[in-house]
């Protein structure tokens, strides 16, 4: 194990070459770049042995990591924003063809306007695409789900491809110190990619192929069953990491201060911090709050969050989402965990560092404050009355 | 034109029991490059005629490894297909991809083009019908001028297209590709070489083979090969490669045929005026003129 000072996008390569993809091709965008940037140093100076592929466009960079897929090979890609947009199609494809592809995301702001910082409207906005879903909140994190994603994505009964997502700069661009386990190690903890799902000169296949009404919702009902059996391998898989490296994660969310909590802020990514301080702060002052962290968005954390908030009075979710003319969709997802649970709590939204617009410290105690005092469904925090923030 | 007789390719079947239509050019082409590639054929077809006539669970109409793309994403899945297959160690393989002329000259030249400039390893054949078939004959940037299409009607205001086709053999050329050809199944022992001679070259390979359709072009279906030979014998298309930088002319017809009368035997041409079809000669006149002072015989 050796200790690095590196940022979220660094951390993150240096998880993909120890988890040895076969093939890596990427189109570069802002702030996604220094993680392919890095990958192409590790593939010209031999430390990572896989094919790097120069794509012309973020379409192409997923649908040839599906042809390497289809190969059999480990395939990784990374984007951001504009660039997953414009992949879209490709991801529904890579899910619906079960290819464990893993793909870093830069969360990043989607235009227009254009903004090239962070916020999490891209990737929310593909949580139907069938792909699992991470949210790390810093770097150490950021590298430990590079080596356990393909892991998780490529057990046989989830066979799902992974989408890690990293906050744009707060994130890719942060320093921290990062431990970085042995390659003796890494290699222990994740065997080559074996799989059936592939081209075969033995067995030809005829792959990716249409399925009429009667059958294709056969194919789509397995889909969703291969990401629901995440659920557990993710658990076990943390489990078998914590073992190997020693740093233990908590499943589908992280619970802080929830316990005895009257008042829940849940929220996902990199702000994850300063909320568990800002509840620190409360609880000096007497008031008992609590975060969950959503670590996972898909599969969707029902149960943990139901069980997180139990005993709870209120709950706000703060998010750098909206689906216009409703609500941010961590908010619905939320709701509809504790709908199912038959729990009758208030809860309301809370919109905040759209474009990468600063979530301060007072902001979340002001949020704290709406939860326990009640205020609107949806609020788009710092804006006031006239809309003009 | 070379020399390659019917009996001298396999009997084996890569290709077969699809729905395609009667007469269909697209799955002949489909059909005589497998039999020259083999077994150890991968390949690609996006979303179009061909993955709808053989990739329907559960029947499923290729016996080599195959696997259909997005819309635009042949090339780049192609790629995909290559690296990792070499990544894993393999060798004796060849990624072939298959796609319409929409899937190659619209919406796949981006990643078509990336692929050539990357110099993967792949042969691109696009079998080009001439307008969008599989979703009812929309006019693509191959349509030829004048063609009626179900996009491009022939009215009295606008007789058809009113564009001529791109030139994709000369856009892959000017990558300055390994190896470019063109071929009609009208000439089926040419087109057979020319997948031959791709597969033998290192780096990217486009091979633009015109492949009539009945029911588009309104033709019969037993006519198919007759109309392929004189697009060809008109003049309307040629056979010609691009190998180190040097375009060669493969077969140069004596005298070209009646370009009225290859028109006027197809449906979607039939509402052509005298001045429509001068304005055709005119500009097959002057592509040859090109032909003749730029390419080798």
Known sequence: MAKKFLSGNEAFAE?????????????????????????????????????????????????CAIGASAAGARAFTATSSQGLLYMAECLYYAAGGRFPIVMMNADRSTALPWNIYGDQRDSLSQLDSGWIQAYAENAQEALDLALMSYKIAENKDVSTPYMANLDGFVLTHTYETVDIPDREQADRFLPPYETDNRIDF????????????DTNYVFKFREHQGVL????????????????????????VENYRTEDADYILITLGSIAGLCRETADKLRENGIKAGVVRIRYMRPFPNEEIAQALKNAKAYGVLEKDISFGNEGTVFTNVNSALKKAGAAINGYDFIGGLG?????????????????????????????????G | ??????????????????????????????????????PRAVSVLPAGCMSAVGFNFPQLCFSNNSIISTFAGTASMLTGVEAGLRA?????????????????????????????????????????N???????????????????????????????????????????????????????????????????KASRIQGTKYIHVIAPCPTGWGIAPDQTIEIAKEVVDSGL??????????????????EFTDVSAYLKKQGRFKHLTDEDIKVITDSRDKKWEFINKNFQL
Request: with cysteine.
């Open chain 1, 202 to 213: 033995n067995n030809p296949k005829n792959m990716a192929f249409s399925a009429g009404p």
């Open chain 2, 88 to 128: 894993k160690g393999y060798k004796d393989f060849t990624a072939v991809g298959f796609a319409g002329d929409g899937g190659t000259a619209d919406i796949g030249i981006q990643a078509l083009s990336g692929a050539i400039d990357r110099n993967d390893n792949v042969i691109y054949i696009c079998y080009d």
């Open chain 1, 229 to 252: 059996a995440a659920r557990d391998v993710i658990r076990k898989t943390e489990k078998e990491f914590a073992d190997v490296f020693g740093r233990m994660y908590s499943g589908l």
């Open chain 1, 15 to 63: 998880g993909i070459r120890l988890a040895r993809p076969k093939v890596i091709s990427a189109y570069p965008i802002t702030p996604q770049t220094i993680v392919v940037e890095r990958l192409s140093e590790m593939v010209e100076d031999g430390s990572l042995k896989a094919e790097y592929v120069h794509v012309e466009s973020e379409h192409s960079a997923l649908s």
């Open chain 1, 356 to 388: 990468g617009r600063n979530i301060s410290a007072g902001d979340i105690e002001d949020i704290y404050n709406g939860i326990i005092n009640g205020t609107e469904n949806v609020n788009f925090i710092g804006i006031r009355g006239d809309g003009n």
């Open chain 2, 130 to 196: 001439e307008a969008y078939m599989n979703t009812g004959i929309q006019k693509s940037g191959l349509t030829p001028f004048g063609a009626k299409t179900t996009t491009t009607p022939a009215g009295h205001n606008i007789h058809g297209n009113i564009r001529p086709k791109k030139n994709m053999f000369e856009i892959a050329a000017a990558h300055d590709i390994p190896y470019a050809a063109t071929a009609s199944i009208g000439y089926l022992p040419d087109f057979i070489e020319k997948v031959r």
């Open chain 2, 1 to 38: 034109m070379a020399n390659k007789t019917a009996e001298s390719i396999s009997r084996e079947e890569f290709f077969y029991g699809h729905k395609a239509c009667a007469g269909c050019g697209g799955s002949l082409a489909v059909r005589a490059a497998l039999k020259v590639l083999g």
């Open chain 2, 237 to 254: 298309w040629y056979l010609a490669e691009y190998q180190d930088g040097q375009f060669t002319l493969n077969h140069k017809p004596k």
